[in-house]
C-alpha cells in the first residue's frame, strides 16, 4: 500500500514542500492505521517547515492534526476496532494518506462528530480548552484580551470565554475579521494596526486593565501587553506568529503581582484518557452548537503550498483543512 505524502528535505519558505509517494510498513503491536480524510492546517506547521521550531531529524512529513477512519489495527490494541472514526493532534506526520499511530496518540470520535471539522479543531479546541481550565482558570468575572481572535484558535477561545461569561476584547487586523470576532462573542475589537491595543484596552477597562491575556502572537505583542494587565493579571503565551519574544525584565511584573504562563498543547495531552477526555468535553460544546467552527478553505494535499502561503500571511479567516 502506497501513501501520498507531504515531507522536507530542509526547513525554509514554502518551496521546500515536497509531494511524494512512499510504501506503509507493517504496524506494531500498539499500532492502529489511519486512512486520513482531512488534514488540518496549523501555525505550528509554518514554524516547523520555516525553522522557526527546529526539527529533530530531516527529511520529515510534515503535518500535526488529522481526521479519519481506521482501517487497520495492531494485535495489542484494545481502544479502537477498524471502522472507527477518528482524530488526532500533536503528531508530527499528518499531512499522509496513511499514518501510523500508537493507539494512546489518538483521539476516538462520536458518530455525530464531521471529520471535517475534527481536522479543523482538535488541536485548537484542545489547546483552547487547556488555556482557559489550566494556565488561567477563566470565570465569569474575569476580563480576557485575545490577540489574534479572528484565527482558528482565536474564534474558539473567544466563544469558550462568552461560554463561561467572562468579558472579552479581541484585537484583529481588518474590518472583516472584527465582524468574524464579534459573532464569535468579543464585546470589543482592536485593530492594532491602526490603533493602540495597550491604550484601547485600558481605556475598555476603565484603566484597570486585563486579567489574562492570550497572546499567541508574540514579539510584536507580548512585552506592551505587560501594559494593560491587572493587578495579579497573567500573560499566556503560546505562541510566536510574529516572532520569538524578546527577554523580559521580571521587575515589571513584580509592581502589581503579574505572572507569565507558558503554553504547550503536548505536554496538556500526555495521558491518553486525560486526552480523550478533554476531546470529548469540546465536541460535545460543538455538537451542543455552543462553540461553531470555522472552516475558511478547503485545499487538496496538493495545493500545500498556496495553502501555507494564505496561513503564513495571516489571510484566513478561520480554519483551514487539507483533503486527499
Not at 92 to 119: C, H, P, T, W
Not at 201 to 217: A, K, Q, R, W
Not at 311 to 322: A, D, F, M, N, T
Request: charged share 25%; net charge neutral; hydrophobic share 35%.
Amino acid at each position: 500500500m502506497k501513501s501520498k505524502m507531504i515531507k522536507i528535505y530542509e526547513q525554509g519558505p514554502v518551496n521546500v514542500l515536497k509531494i511524494e509517494e512512499s510504501e506503509v510498513n507493517a504496524l506494531s503491536q500498539d499500532e492502529v492505521l489511519i486512512e486520513h480524510s482531512y488534514v488540518g492546517l496549523n501555525f505550528i506547521d509554518i514554524n516547523q517547515r520555516n525553522g522557526t521550531y527546529p526539527l529533530k531529524t530531516l527529511p520529515s512529513i510534515m503535518g500535526m492534526e488529522g481526521s479519519g477512519i481506521i482501517v487497520e489495527t495492531g494485535p495489542n490494541v484494545t481502544k479502537f476496532k477498524v471502522g472507527d472514526k477518528v482524530t488526532h493532534c500533536m503528531n508530527l506526520g499528518s499531512y499522509s494518506q496513511f499514518m501510523k499511530l500508537n493507539q494512546n496518540r489518538v483521539i476516538k470520535l462520536n458518530q455525530e462528530v464531521d471529520l471535517k471539522i475534527a481536522a479543523a479543531s482538535t488541536l485548537q479546541g484542545l489547546t483552547a480548552q487547556y488555556l482557559v481550565n489550566e494556565s488561567f482558570k477563566l470565570e465569569q468575572h474575569h476580563t480576557a484580551l485575545i490577540h489574534a481572535a479572528a484565527g482558528g484558535v482565536g474564534q474558539i477561545l473567544c466563544q469558550w470565554a462568552k461560554n463561561i461569561g467572562a468579558k472579552v476584547i479581541g484585537t484583529i487586523s481588518t474590518k472583516e475579521k472584527e465582524d468574524i470576532a464579534k459573532q464569535n462573542g468579543c464585546d470589543y475589537t482592536i485593530n492594532y494596526l491602526k490603533e493602540d491595543f495597550v491604550k484601547k484596552t485600558l481605556e475598555f477597562t476603565s484603566n484597570n486593565g486585563v486579567d489574562v491575556i492570550y497572546d499567541s502572537v508574540g514579539k510584536d505583542t507580548f512585552l506592551k501587553g505587560i501594559s494593560c494587565l491587572a493587578p495579579k493579571g497573567r500573560i499566556v503565551s503560546f505562541g510566536v506568529s510574529s516572532g520569538p519574544i524578546e527577554p523580559i525584565n521580571i521587575n515589571k511584573l513584580r509592581s502589581f503581582s503579574g505572572s507569565v504562563v507558558t503554553g504547550g498543547l503536548n505536554t496538556h495531552i500526555k495521558d491518553s484518557d486525560v486526552m480523550q477526555k478533554n476531546a470529548d468535553i469540546f465536541f460535545k460544546m460543538i455538537t451542543n452548537k455552543d462553540i461553531k467552527i470555522n472552516i475558511d478553505k478547503i485545499y487538496f494535499i496538493d495545493d500545500i503550498q498556496e495553502a501555507q502561503s494564505m496561513l503564513e500571511k495571516r489571510l484566513s479567516k478561520g480554519s483551514i483543512v487539507l483533503k486527499f
